[in-house]
C-alpha cells in the first residue's frame, strides 16, 4: 500500500519563476493537507483540501499561493513568482476521514536563487 | 503565549535510557493529540494518535495526556540509537488544522 507521494523531492527556482509541487494521497484517501516547514520552525498548516474543494485556506498566504485537488490527479500547490523567503520543505499529508490520522509524504524542498 | 510550546532540545541520552518529550497548550479546544517522528530530511511518520485524557501504549511507547494541565507526553522506554530524530507533538480540535510544537531533536548514544 503506497503512501503518500510527492514529487519533485528537489526543486530549484529563481525568484520571479513558478514552483508547483505535486501530491499523490495514500490509496483511498480523499483529504489531503499541505504544510511548510522553515529550518528551526515547526511545520505550519497551510491549506486543507477535499477533491475538487478547497475546505480550509487559512494558512495560505493572500498572494502568489495557490492550491488545487481536482478529480483527478494529484493535489497541486502552486507558488507564482517565488521570492527568496519562499526556501523552505513543503509537506503533504492526507487522511482518511476530516480530522482523521494524517498521513505525510517525504516533502519537496525548494530552494529559490 | 504560542499555542503549542515544545522544548527543542537537544535531548541526548544513552542507548537504553527512558526518555520523557513533553508539549504544552493553551487551546482548551484541542482534543486529539499525535507525536510524530522526523528523521533528518524525511516526513513526518506518526507515532501516536490519542483523543483523551490518559495513557496509550505501542510497544515502547507511551502517550500521555492531561488535559486539565493541558500537558501532554510521549515516552520512549530502552531506547536505541536509531530512535535519534526530532519528535513533534500535534494537536486539533477535530476539524480544525493541526498545529504543530517546533519539535525536540533527540539524541539516544550507543
Known amino acids: 500500500n503506497a503512501g503518500v507521494m510527492q514529487n519533485p523531492r528537489h526543486l530549484v527556482r529563481r525568484r520571479g519563476q513558478e514552483a508547483r509541487l505535486r501530491c499523490s494521497p495514500m490509496?483511498?484517501?480523499?483529504?489531503v493537507y499541505w504544510y511548510r516547514q522553515l529550518p528551526e520552525e515547526g511545520l505550519k498548516f497551510m491549506v486543507y483540501l477535499q477533491k475538487e474543494n478547497i475546505i480550509d485556506e487559512s494558512g495560505m498566504p493572500k498572494e502568489r499561493f495557490s492550491a488545487e485537488f481536482p478529480k483527478e490527479g494529484p493535489s497541486i500547490l502552486r507558488i507564482q513568482q517565488v521570492v527568496r523567503g519562499d526556501s523552505a520543505a513543503y509537506f503533504c499529508?492526507?487522511?482518511?476521514?476530516?480530522?482523521?490520522?494524517?498521513?505525510f509524504g517525504p516533502g519537496t524542498r525548494l530552494t529559490v536563487t | 503565549q504560542k499555542e503549542v510550546e515544545q522544548d527543542p532540545g537537544p535531548l541526548s541520552v544513552p542507548e537504553g535510557a527512558i526518555v520523557s518529550l513533553n508539549c504544552t497548550y493553551s487551546n482548551s479546544a484541542f482534543q486529539y493529540f499525535m507525536w510524530y517522528r522526523q528523521y533528518s530530511r524525511k516526513g513526518p511518520e506518526l507515532l501516536m494518535y490519542?483523543?483523551?485524557?490518559g495513557n496509550k501504549e505501542d510497544g515502547r511507547f507511551t502517550a500521555q495526556v492531561d488535559k486539565s494541565s493541558k500537558y501532554i507526553s510521549l515516552f520512549i522506554r530502552d531506547s536505541q540509537p536509531s530512535d535519534s530524530a526530532t519528535y513533534l507533538c500535534a494537536m486539533s480540535a477535530g476539524n480544525t488544522p493541526l498545529v504543530f510544537g517546533k519539535g525536540t531533536r533527540l539524541s539516544v548514544i550507543a
Open positions: 499529508a492526507s487522511s482518511l476521514a476530516r480530522g482523521g490520522e494524517q498521513y
Open positions: 490519542t483523543y483523551s485524557s
Open positions: 490509496k483511498g484517501h480523499s483529504h
